[in-house]
């Protein structure tokens, strides 16, 4: 199993523009999530999805859209990108019943300049 | 679900344990006690969990206090490879999911 996995990697977006984050999971995992990370700070929830076409917003939504077709995938959406959104995110995956844990991919770093 | 404070950094010498406290005074009697940990630039690693009882697995062990408000993760034998950003975080499950909230943790620098 390749578990959670996030693209692009990297990626430097000018202000105004789109982009789409990519996040797919093999694990059947009906809960997924995204996280953002600025420097020096801990992790603070985007979005998450508890199943197929259920998705609710975190402690930070604004400027994002998400979306949840399939149970596979959970792509994150900036429609007009700030500088306030330059900082690592990351895309998590679990079966959501009591005691199960988080797993992470190992994120992207946007850069909005 | 509950606040939790931790100390910033610790340091702890190659080989010994490593002990990172967690204190949770708030902590109701149904919310857990998860650990992660962030080596530099990768994806939050689970590491253990408990609600009353004492854990261990192949990683770490957890130490909660009778009265469940601190607890302890405790890395028997730390390594160079165990630096990394500890994350203490107290969670009741809902069917909403299991939104965690990080804080800042506790930088853990283990030293040769």
Redesign the interface.
């Known amino acids: 199993n390749a578990g959670v996995t996030q693209t692009p990697k990297f990626r430097i977006l000018k202000i105004g523009q789109s982009m789409t984050l990519q996040c797919t999971q093999d694990m059947n995992h009906n809960y997924m999530y995204w996280y953002r990370q600025d420097p020096g700070m801990g992790l603070k929830l985007i979005y998450y999805s508890v199943g197929a076409g259920i998705t609710d917003k975190g402690e930070v939504p604004n400027g994002y859209n998400v979306s949840r077709s399939t149970t596979e995938d959970f792509p994150l959406r900036l429609e007009l990108a700030a500088p306030s959104q330059t900082s690592v995110y990351f895309c998590a995956s679990s079966r959501g019943q009591t005691n199960s844990p988080l797993h992470f991919g190992n994120g992207t770093r946007l850069t909005v300049t | 679900d509950a606040k939790t404070t931790q100390p910033p950094s610790m340091d702890c010498a190659e080989g010994r344990a490593a002990n990172l406290p967690c204190n949770h005074s708030t902590i109701s009697g149904n919310e ?1 006690v ?1 650990w ?1 940990r962030q080596i530099h ?6 590491i253990i ?1 408990g609600l009353k009882n004492n854990e261990t697995n192949e990683m770490a062990s957890l130490i909660i206090t009778e009265d469940r408000k601190s607890s302890t993760l405790i890395l028997p034998h730390a390594t160079l490879r165990d630096t990394a950003v500890y ?1 203490c975080i107290v969670l009741l ?1 809902s ?11 506790t930088s853990l620098l283990v030293t040769p």
């Not at chain 2, 630039?41 to 689970?46: A, E, F, H, L, T």
């Not at chain 2, 069917?95 to 943790?105: E, I, M, P, Q």
């Open positions: 857990y998860y992660y630039s990768q994806g939050p690693q689970y969990h994350y499950p069917n909403s999911g299991y939104a965690l909230n990080f804080g800042k943790g």
